[in-house]
């Protein structure tokens, strides 16, 4: 995809939001912004969520006024967090630590949090999804082969809900997109406040 064509800048490197916004027909141009996601001294997780995906949004400003051709585009970007007993998990830094987050996720409810905004030349608009996902109880053996994979390396709360670790999922409420990496329903508002139509290339 290039600049003439897109009607927005994705500025996150996550396959999982490309696919989602795809899937709603959005044309895209994906850019990687640098952004230091280290929370602040007792930050709230959804405090952390919006700050995050407001900061990636005005950093993919920036790598997009560098470019020849459409420095208008409207920029989506956005954050998740798995937060439980009020704490944000992040993404595992080893084997032992992700191991220890599903089994603090074992049996129990937590929240994910995924924050998007939008910038534009008029500003940025943002909004936070929450979701509340159970997990069934999970063996200490089946964690360790879970861990295995590779899947949950590198995803925030150490596992993947689009992948196998769906099967530990006992009840969802809330945005399944949003639990992936990009509720649909608040992109859709969002991209729709700065005149960027989802429907465009779908009708007729």
């Known amino acids: 995809m290039n600049l003439v ?39 709230a997780p959804g405090d952390l969520v919006s700050r995050l995906a407001v ?3 005005e950093a993919g400003r920036s790598l ?4 020849p051709g459409r420095p208008d585009l409207p920029v989506l970007a956005a954050d998740t967090i798995v937060a439980i007993d009020g704490a944000a998990l992040g993404k595992p830094r080893d084997r032992l630590h992700g191991l220890a987050m599903l089994e603090r996720l074992s049996g129990r409810v937590h929240d994910v949090l995924t924050a998007v905004a939008v910038a534009t030349g008029a500003g940025i ?27 949950p390396g590198d995803k925030a709360g150490g596992y993947a ?8 999922v006992d009840r969802l409420e809330g945005s399944y997109s949003g639990v992936v990496g990009l509720p649909l329903d608040a992109t859709d508002r969002l991209l729709a406040a700065v005149g960027v139509d989802c429907w465009r290339y779908r009708s007729g």
Not at 18 to 30: K, S, T, V
Not at 64 to 67: E, I, K, M, S, V
Not at 130 to 148: G, H, K, L, N, T
Request: net charge neutral; proline share 5%.
């Open 161 to 168: 809900i689009q992948g196998i670790g769906a099967v530990f």
């Open 125 to 151: 608009q943002s909004e936070v999804s929450r979701s509340s996902v159970r997990f069934r109880r999970i063996p200490a053996a089946e964690a360790v082969r879970y861990w295995a994979t590779g899947e």
């Open 5 to 43: 064509d897109a009607q927005v800048v994705l500025a996150s490197r996550s396959p999982r939001r490309a696919e989602l916004l795809a899937q709603i027909g959005i044309r895209f141009l994906q850019l990687v912004p640098d952004v230091d996601e280290a929370p602040l001294d007792g930050e």
């Open 64 to 67: 997009l006024a560098g470019l």
């Open 55 to 57: 900061a990636k949004a």
